[in-house]
């Protein structure tokens, strides 16, 4: 095993950095793993410990509990520090009507969930909130509403940055929640999983366009979006065998130093990645900031 990629995963997603392991749900195998690189890699939950069938973003409350979304049900599971099984942290399947997907949780203990909000392939795209549960259980709506909200996370500055996969975009929350700012990616780029840098700097996993682009402070243009996402990293398809073929990239995670990125790639055709094993996570080193 290479101690830079790690395979034979079906289909990675919510990849996190925490205390020098990466986390990250393996979502058509219904697990969630941890990873310290030059190390085999570690099983948290599978479904004979009580993980989801599909499992989703993943989080932690400022206690160490790790939350994860349990997507088909429309849940969040918790599982406590020693715990050997998780429970039910919320029921949302009174507040979204489609499977739920990501997740961020903020340092005082605020998760927002993101859900489908309408079938991809069968219903026309419609806008959804995001699901705020409260520190305290209380459950509760975002005021903006967004088109398939799947990566999110918080910039330096406080505001809830959001991929909107079918959408073709990225949308910046301000931290007192007033006008967001909108950046437009290119059709089709299906904007997936997201990680920030300290510098502020926006990397976007590219599900459909087969990268991860990088989309930079004083790069916007005089309408606010972005002149052009530099492209940081583009794997090359899948030379052989049954998901021979072309990848998508479907999420991000800039390294607590800003040095490295991991990324999480499959096969294009998410019937292969159910099927197979296409599915890996490679690390690649990240340009130094510009000065």
């Known amino acids: 095993m290479r101690d830079d990629s790690i395979g034979g995963l079906g289909f990675p997603e919510a990849l996190r950095w925490r205390a020098g392991a990466l986390w990250f749900s393996d979502m058509f195998r219904s697990r969630v793993l941890r990873w310290v690189p030059g190390s085999a890699v570690e099983v948290v939950l599978d479904q004979a410990t009580g993980a989801p069938t599909q499992p989703g973003g993943l989080g932690w409350l400022p206690d160490g509990t790790l939350l994860v979304v349990d997507c088909l ?144 402070p004083g790069d916007s243009d005089a309408r606010g979006g972005f002149a052009r996402p530099h492209v940081i990293h583009r794997p090359e398809p899948i030379p052989t065998g049954p998901g021979a073929g072309p990848v998508g990239v479907y999420d991000c995670a800039v390294t607590p130093d800003g040095r490295r990125i991991a990324v999480a790639v499959a096969s294009a055709d998410e019937g292969i990645a159910m099927r197979h094993d296409t599915g890996r996570i490679d690390l690649v080193d990240l340009e130094r900031p510009r000065t």
């Open 73 to 216: 049900e429309r849940r969040v599971l918790s599982l406590a520090p020693g715990a050997s099984a998780p429970q039910v942290y919320a029921d949302l399947a009174r507040q979204i009507d489609r499977p739920a997907n990501d997740l961020h949780v903020d340092p005082d203990g605020t998760a927002w969930v993101g859900s489908y909000g309408f079938g991809p392939g069968s219903e026309a795209p419609r806008a959804v909130a995001l699901v705020r549960i409260s520190a305290d259980g209380s459950v509760g709506r975002s005021e903006p509403s967004f088109v398939f909200p799947n990566g999110m996370e918080r910039d330096p500055g406080g505001a809830l940055v959001v991929a909107e996969t079918f959408a073709d975009r990225v949308t910046i929350v301000p931290p007192d929640g007033g006008a967001t700012t909108t950046l437009q990616l290119e059709a089709g780029s299906g904007p997936d999983g997201l990680s920030i840098g300290a510098d502020g700097t926006i990397h976007v996993a590219l599900a459909f366009a087969g990268a991860v682009v990088a989309l930079r």
